[in-house]
């Protein structure tokens, strides 16, 4: 069984497009989270969500929304896409104050 | 604030023999401290982690770690690499909100057969 699951896996769009990454975790976590990891593999929070609240929210444009419709999904809408949004992308989750875990990623191309 | 350093990006060995991945940390107060391993086009697997219990640390795979706090290193060492060890490793600190983590900025690990 696939703990943290994101789809999809890879997203090629063009610049200035809407697109969204979903994700969903089945251990029961009450805290999940976005990552960016750049092209020198460099991981940077993005977001988190503890019960339906946003807890982090580093300097992100605003043209990124996480949207937690429960506490096992934390969908990632993006808005008006630009180049530099290219990077891959990871879900994880954890209880509160312990290990997180990762999904898969969702490798993500703007042309 | 916290953070981790780690020394080197790129780590070359021959299988068979020890791995040595080095990360210094900063921390204001007692840290928490994970290794994660990510193979190529795959997520994040944690390790191991530290959470200042004994401060010798076992994970998965034969891995383990220190923490000495007086060297303020948390190094990832394996007595015999093997070819599946290829991956990079991320040193990753806890910091103060109990949710933040502060990832390292990656070693590559290459297997030589």
């Known amino acids: 069984d696939t703990a943290v699951s994101q789809t999809p896996k890879y997203l090629v769009t063009q610049m200035g497009n809407d697109k969204s990454i979903k994700c969903e975790q089945n251990?029961?976590?009450?805290?999940m989270y976005w990552y960016k990891q750049d092209s020198k593999k460099f991981l940077k929070i993005m977001f988190s969500?503890?019960?339906?609240?946003?807890?982090i929210n580093e300097t992100v444009p605003n043209r990124f929304s996480p949207k937690s419709p429960d506490k096992a999904h934390l969908n990632l809408h993006i808005n008006s896409l630009e180049l530099g949004d290219s990077a891959v992308y990871f879900c994880?989750?954890?209880?509160?104050?312990?290990?997180?875990?990762f999904g898969p990623g969702t490798r993500l191309t703007v042309t | 604030a916290q953070s981790v350093t780690q020394l080197d990006s790129h780590v070359s060995v021959s299988e068979g023999t020890p791995v040595l991945l080095r990360c210094n940390y900063s921390?204001?107060?007692?840290?928490?401290l994970f290794w994660y391993v990510q193979h190529p086009n795959k997520g994040l697997q944690l390790l191991l982690k530290?959470?200042?219990?004994?401060?010798l640390v076992k994970g998965i795979n034969g891995f383990e770690a220190e923490f000495k706090k007086s060297e303020t290193s948390f190094h990832l060492t394996k007595p015999s690499a093997h070819m599946s060890d290829a991956a990079e490793y991320f040193c990753?600190?806890?910091?103060?909100?109990?949710?933040?983590?502060?990832f390292g900025t990656g070693t590559r690990l290459t297997v030589i057969p």
């Open positions: 994880a989750s954890s209880r509160t104050g312990y290990e997180q875990y």
């Open positions: 251990l029961g976590h009450d805290t």
């Open positions: 969500y503890n019960n339906k609240e946003l807890i």
């Open positions: 921390s204001s107060y007692s840290p928490s």
């Open positions: 530290y959470t200042s219990a004994a401060t």
């Open positions: 990753v600190v806890r910091g103060t909100g109990a949710n933040n983590l502060f």
